[in-house]
């Protein structure tokens, strides 16, 4: 079965501090998401990988940074964590599509990380 | 930029109802159509998908349909049941130079009571 692993369900952390939230996938998916989810907005893309060592901003990218060094890991890094980034945070992964090969694919999903900032 | 609209925002129904989820979308220029059920404090759970040249799948007690041409899809979840409470969102994917992109609604919370 599809795995995509969070290394942690809930976490707590300081003003200012670095954070790193780890995703890791077994599928071999080429493709690698960071989102958060808030009431009211719903998901929003932060940083996206289409392979290792590429990286694409997103939507809301300020505050953040990422990391691909292996397929299988994709890194989110708030460089220095501030109380309006707490929130819901979750990591996907998705084959890459060759024109419309693949398009039956499903894009999957981790259990998220409840990330509060205090 | 694609936008994703779902309607209702949320819906309380009585066990056993037939129940119909809407999905709307503005460019029809997409891959596929996703629909994920998410939990409280979970992660999404992929439901459904159907290919830009397909009109429909379904699993178990759950349909979904595609309408490309009108920027439409519904979720048709039959005999509801207490266990089916979660919101569901939808998931348009297109794509943005080389990259696959993932647009989605804001999700419908279903409340069926028991």
């Known amino acids: 079965d599809v795995k995509v692993t969070q290394s942690s369900r809930y976490l707590v952390k300081r003003t200012g501090e670095k954070v790193f939230l780890e995703c890791v996938q077994d599928?071999?998916?080429?493709?690698m998401f960071w989102y958060r989810q808030d009431p009211g907005l719903g998901l929003r893309l932060i940083y996206f990988?289409?392979?290792?060592?590429?990286?694409e901003k997103g939507d809301i990218p300020e505050g953040y940074s990422v990391s691909r060094e292996k397929k299988e890991r994709f890194s989110l890094i708030l460089e220095s964590a501030s109380t309006n980034q707490t929130s819901m945070y979750l990591c996907?992964?998705?084959?890459?599509?060759?024109?419309?090969?693949?398009?039956?694919?499903?894009?999957?999903f981790g259990d998220g990380t409840r990330l509060s900032i205090l | 930029k694609q936008e994703v609209t779902q309607i209702p925002a949320a819906l309380s129904v009585p066990e056993g109802e037939n129940l119909v989820l809407n999905c709307s979308f503005t460019d029809s220029a997409i891959y596929n159509l996703q629909w994920f059920r998410q939990d409280p404090g979970k992660g999404l759970t992929s439901l459904l998908l159907?290919?830009?040249?397909?009109r429909e799948q379904t699993s178990g007690r759950l349909n979904a349909s595609l309408d490309k041409s009108s920027g439409r899809s519904t979720l048709y979840i039959a005999a509801s049941q207490p266990g089916d409470s979660a919101t569901y969102l939808c998931?348009?994917?297109?794509?943005?130079?080389?990259?696959?992109?993932?647009?989605f609604g804001s999700g419908t919370k279903l409340n069926v009571k028991p």
């Open positions: 159907i290919q830009s040249s397909q």
């Open positions: 990988s289409y392979d290792v060592k590429m990286k």
């Open positions: 996907a992964s998705s084959l890459r599509r060759l024109r419309k090969a693949y398009s039956n694919q499903p894009q999957h």
């Open positions: 599928m071999d998916h080429e493709n």
């Open positions: 998931a348009a994917e297109g794509v943005s130079y080389n990259f696959n992109k993932f647009y």
